[in-house]
């Protein structure tokens, strides 16, 4: 039976899709003065940061002996930048604070990119103090530095009456039931864990499509397999096995979500253990050589600490999801069948008073 429901949410989603995207637009437009300055201002900063990393790789291209590293660090940018703007417009369209807190996460992990750029300039000024060199840094790496820790502090101060704001959407949902309030607001870190997941699985494929290496072309194969699978099942987990409260599903997903965390920490092991598992074009060195023993040990350190924090993320989002698991068959389902066929009305009447009247609220 489970198999069959998840099949037929499948078939749905192009009406679903077709429908939140109006749903977003009117999402957008309903939103309170706070949350419209927030979007403004965070889309601002986010174009910013995305133009500095795109003038980044164009001057280090232009470099007589361009760093390869730097065009890693300045597509994993890029990379935060284009999730924080999704992260942003889906937590105040959908009022969950939880998302919020993860975009503000991300903010603060853009600083710490940007900051680990400013290394080579730094060094640069030090040992190579030529003004065009001194401009060149300033613009690639001590600039979006800035602009990265001046978005973080206008973010925190911006997201204060943003959240207060938040709380009308859930009582909406689930009325004034403390078992369903409960239920909910662990439904919303659910969801919210599982993009920020989303979000340090894309860092993690971006790190190692730069240098892990593979000997034979089925590693490649098996590599972005499990990493579009570790994308794709995760949000149709979200969209519909928990929001069906299908248990066998899910178990099976959290035996999976267990997958990618053993294959990266085998892959930090082996890259230590076997020096020819990475690739290292020249000038791959962020900072000057940690040792002469094995010169690439820092760029090691810097993928074995992304690839950790993606480890212990994932097996905390294991964790939340086996306290979702326990809340089935506690009401919630209701709820979110009360969406579905206001959504369907939608779709089928947009205009008819009926939908705008239909209650959400289920007092069970």
């Known amino acids: 039976m489970g198999w069959a429901e998840m099949v037929e949410s499948i078939k749905s989603m192009p009406a679903t899709i077709s429908y939140n995207v109006k749903d977003l637009r009117k999402a957008v437009r309903d939103a309170n003065d706070s949350a419209k300055i927030l979007l403004v201002v965070g889309y601002a900063g986010l174009i910013a940061l ?69 290394a080579p300039a730094v060094r640069g000024i030090i040992f190579k103090p030529n003004y065009v060199i001194i401009l060149g840094l300033c613009v690639t790496s001590f600039l979006p530095f800035l602009i990265a820790v001046a978005l973080f502090i206008s973010f925190l101060g911006l997201s204060i009456p943003v959240f207060q704001s938040f709380g009308w959407k859930i009582f909406k949902h689930v009325g004034s039931n403390p078992k369903l309030n409960s239920a909910y607001r662990l439904y919303s870190i659910y969801v919210a864990m599982n993009k920020l997941d989303n979000f340090l699985v894309i860092c993690v494929l971006v790190t190692n499509s730069f240098f892990l290496y593979f000997k034979q072309i089925g590693g490649y194969v098996g590599f972005a397999l499990l990493f579009a699978l570790s994308l794709a099942i995760p949000n149709l987990n979200i969209r519909i096995v928990v929001k069906k409260e299908i248990y066998s599903l899910h178990i099976l997903f959290l035996l999976w979500s267990f997958a990618m965390p053993i294959f990266l920490l085998w892959r930090v092991i082996d890259m230590f253990i076997t020096k020819d598992r990475i690739r290292f074009p ?24 992304i690839i950790i924090i993606a480890i212990l993320f994932r097996l905390s989002v294991i964790g939340v999801g086996i306290a979702a698991t326990v809340n089935f068959r506690h009401g919630l389902q209701s709820v979110f069948l009360k969406q579905k066929e206001r959504r369907r009305r939608m779709q089928k009447d947009p205009t008819s008073l009926e939908n705008f009247l239909m209650p959400e609220v289920v007092n069970e």
């Open 50 to 118: 995305i133009i500095g990393s795109l003038s980044g790789i164009t001057i280090n291209s232009l470099l007589p002996n361009p760093n390869y590293a730097a065009y890693f660090l300045y597509s994993l940018q890029i990379v935060i930048v284009l999730d924080m703007g999704y992260m942003l417009v889906e937590a105040i369209v959908k009022e969950n604070e939880f998302q919020l807190a993860a975009f503000l996460l991300q903010s603060l992990f853009m600083v710490i990119v940007t900051g680990y750029q400013m």
């Open 282 to 305: 020249a000038n791959v060195p962020i900072f000057s050589n940690l040792s002469v023993i094995d010169p690439y040990l820092e760029v090691k350190i810097m993928m074995s600490i």
